[in-house]
């Protein structure tokens, strides 16, 4: 069974870059139409799909969040990544790494807090 593995610091300085890494065992980041998303919870609120990459390492991202948000991978240690640039109160969130292919899986999440 695939498992997800959030780590970053839970604590980032407004306009700072955020920066998260999802490590996965049980499976592979390069497995045929797997999709590995970064998804995050601010209090309060509901789930925010923020983006993806594909199995081939192809990118996509929530309009919204796109023009500060990049995510990339490093199929050597089996792990994919988040940075959010220039971070705000508002970014303060849950975080979660998650994985849609033949099967759904997410992480526990790890709690980030933006404040100075």
């Known amino acids: 069974q695939v498992q997800l593995q959030e780590s970053g610091p839970g604590l980032v300085k407004p306009s700072q870059t955020l920066s998260l890494t999802c490590t996965v065992s049980?499976?592979?980041?390069?497995?045929?139409?797997?999709?590995w998303s970064w998804i995050r919870q601010p209090p309060g609120k509901g789930l925010e799909w923020m983006g993806a990459?594909?199995?081939?390492?192809?990118?996509y991202g929530s309009p919204s969040l796109k023009s500060h948000t990049s995510i990339s991978r490093d199929t050597s240690k089996n792990q994919f990544s988040l940075q959010l640039s220039s971070v705000t109160p508002e970014d303060t969130a849950v975080y979660y790494c998650?994985?849609?292919?033949?099967?759904?899986?997410r992480g526990q999440g790890t709690q980030v807090t933006v404040s100075s």
């Open positions: 990459i594909a199995y081939d390492g192809s990118t």
């Open positions: 049980g499976g592979s980041i390069t497995t045929m139409y797997y999709y």
């Open positions: 998650s994985v849609t292919g033949s099967s759904k899986h």
